[in-house]
């Protein structure tokens, strides 16, 4: 029987169990996106606390970006001295640690809020040669992978589904064509460093199509998959449809590639994750509100042998755009 607890490999590296933290927003950073102490202090609660992977609060490729106010910035002057702090912490409790790489509104060239169908090649060019810049800059802090967020709204999803997409070059049409742009990102990044590459990646309305984007990212040197949705994770709650369907397309995409595939969306307790993985073939699932309420629940899962996450899924970590529980957050 499967555990939530087993030592699993995960690409190349070793986990502690098949929880993954994913992250969200980041509050605590200072006026000039200094790292504070609280979140030192946070990420040394996670790293030692039977968390598989963790994966970093967003870190934006643009400043001014929709986001950007309440995330990390890529560009700012001591994201590799300080970020380097954060993976030594993760790695002295050998865990693996992926940072979170992403934007929503697409302004380069000098352009502003271009639309997918208005993207000009050399706009094409900017945002991979950007990406590739990121992810040097994400080695050399000592992470060990990064997550590339083409899921949910954020602009690289955009790219990929068959609804916004109506270009008619080689970056628009069929499926492949759509993932043209991610896949050159991914490769241009693996040429150039030795990031395990996560892609988080939406479960669109045409199933089929979803599917064959994930495929397309297996084949195409992405390292593993999330599944999350077009919407955001607070609409998902147990025994809802759009929960249920997120779980059989996670379980169809995990038969029909060779790469770990982790599902995302609202899950809080041991007894029901338990359950899935032993039912289907999904082998990780993600988690993010139930560590802003508690970084260590996972340790007392282990020890108690059941449990489940004292987050009220009130959602004010998610609409306050806060890396804390604003009801009543660990000592």
Not at 57 to 67: G, Q
Not at 71 to 93: G, M
Not at 120 to 138: G, S
Not at 306 to 327: D, F, L, R
Request: with cysteine; charged share 25%; aromatic share 12%.
């Amino acid at each position: 029987m499967k555990s939530i607890f087993d030592n699993t490999t995960f690409g190349r590296f070793n986990l502690k169990s098949r929880i993954i933290r994913s992250g969200l927003w980041e509050s605590e950073n200072e006026s000039q996106k200094n790292l504070t102490q609280e979140i030192f202090k946070r990420y040394g609660k996670l790293a030692e606390n039977n968390v598989g992977i963790i994966v970093t609060e967003l870190i934006s490729m643009y400043s001014h970006d929709r986001f950007s106010d309440y995330s990390h910035y890529i560009n700012y002057p001591f994201f590799i001295k300080e970020f380097r702090e954060v993976t030594d912490i993760a790695h002295e409790f050998d865990t693996p640690i992926f940072a979170q790489i992403g934007f929503v509104n697409c302004n380069v060239n000098g352009k502003q809020m271009i639309e997918v169908n208005d993207l000009e090649i050399e706009d094409i060019r900017k945002i991979q040669t950007d990406y590739v810049i990121a992810a040097k800059k994400v080695a050399f802090a000592g992470f060990d992978g990064i997550q590339l967020n083409i899921g949910n709204n954020y602009y690289l999803s955009r790219v990929m589904n068959p609804f916004e997409n109506q270009r008619e070059d080689e970056y628009g049409g069929n499926t492949f064509n759509r993932v043209r742009m991610i896949i050159e990102i991914i490769k241009l990044i693996k040429q150039t460093t030795n990031l395990h590459i996560h892609c988080k990646v939406n479960l669109y309305q045409d199933r089929d199509d979803s599917l064959e984007i994930c495929k397309i990212l297996a084949e195409n040197c992405a390292d593993s998959l999330q599944i999350t949705k077009f919407l955001s994770p607070q609409y998902f709650r147990k025994g809802q449809s759009n929960e249920n369907m997120l779980v059989d397309f996670a379980d169809n995409v995990s038969k029909e590639v060779s790469i770990p595939v982790v599902l995302g969306g609202g899950w809080s307790d041991m007894d029901t994750i338990q359950e899935l993985i032993n039912t289907t073939d999904i082998e990780y699932l993600s988690m993010y509100r139930p560590f802003v309420k508690s970084q260590s629940f996972l340790t007392e899962w282990m020890e108690n042998k059941h449990g489940s996450s004292k987050c009220k899924t009130c959602n004010n970590c998610y609409w306050k755009k806060s890396s804390v529980c604003i009801i009543d957050s660990e000592d």
